[in-house]
T-cell receptor
Framework: GEDVEQSLFLSVREGDSSVINCTYTDSSSTYLYWYKQEPGAGLQLLTYIFSNMDMKQDQRLTVLLNKKDKHLSLRIADTQTGDSAIYFC??????????FGPGTRLSVLP | EPEVTQTPSHQVTQMGQEVILRCVPI?????FYWYRQILGQKVEFLVSFYNNEISEKSEIFDDQFSVERPDGSNFTLKIRSTKLEDSAMYFC???????????????FGDGTRLSIL
């Protein structure tokens, strides 16, 4: 079945860039997503990219997609303490059948 | 901005009891979903619902689970006879893949934390 993998932890210093990586197995995925989950809260949609794109930029967020390697990354520029959270990568076919990764816990150190 | 709302935020129930988790999806969305997240683990798909019927369900969604859209706004998840292992955060989501680009991705509620004693 489909699988999505992420590294579980990432620590960065405030002001540095964070890069969170994700790999997926389903080559038929049409959408790939990044969600943010703060402690005790729900899943906040950060950004998403269609599989026919290779890059999307949205303010401090840059998403890179390497479809050949089935690799997705999320870069957060100028990381702030408020960015500390768990970041979930997810993939889907036509907006349905979401498969989530295990989440990467981002810790931002002052 | 419209959002998915879930109630209650925390539900404590005795094992063996029935529990109903409630969700109000975004009003123009047509697809509704339930997910669960056991503490410290992955978010797992339970069920998707479209046009008043289940469109897909996972192995987790066994006969103890049911979903309903009792009126034009609510979407509920019922667990008939709760087990200890049902303790988790349950998330509702909605989407409209045929709508505007903003509505294509699934939008999630803040979740209901279900604790089974």
């Amino acid at each position: 079945g489909e699988d999505v993998e992420q590294s579980l932890f990432l620590s960065v210093r405030e002001g540095d860039s964070s890069v969170i990586n994700c790999t997926y197995t389903d080559s038929s995925s049409t959408y790939l997503y990044w969600y943010k989950q703060e402690p005790g809260a729900g899943l906040q949609l950060l950004t998403y990219i269609f599989s026919n794109m290779d890059m999307k930029q949205d303010q401090r967020l840059t998403v890179l997609l390497n479809k050949k390697d089935k690799h997705l990354s999320l870069r957060i520029a100028d990381t702030q303490t408020g960015d500390s959270a768990i970041y979930f990568c997810a993939e889907s076919l036509y907006g349905q059948n979401f498969v989530f990764g295990p989440g990467t816990r981002l810790s931002v150190l002052p | 901005e419209p959002e998915v709302t879930q109630t209650p935020s925390h539900q404590v129930t005795q094992m063996g009891q029935e529990v109903i988790l409630r969700c109000v999806p975004i009003s123009n969305h047509l697809y509704f979903y339930w997910y669960r997240q056991i503490l410290g683990q992955k978010v797992e798909f339970l069920v998707s619902f479209y046009n008043n019927e289940i469109s897909e369900k996972s192995e987790i969604f066994d006969d103890q689970f049911s979903v309903e859209r009792p009126d034009g706004s609510n979407f509920t998840l019922k667990i008939r006879s709760t087990k200890l292992e049902d303790s988790a955060m349950y998330f509702c989501a909605s989407s409209d893949p045929s709508g505007s680009m903003h509505d294509w991705p699934q939008h999630f509620g803040d979740g209901t934390r279900l604790s089974i004693l």
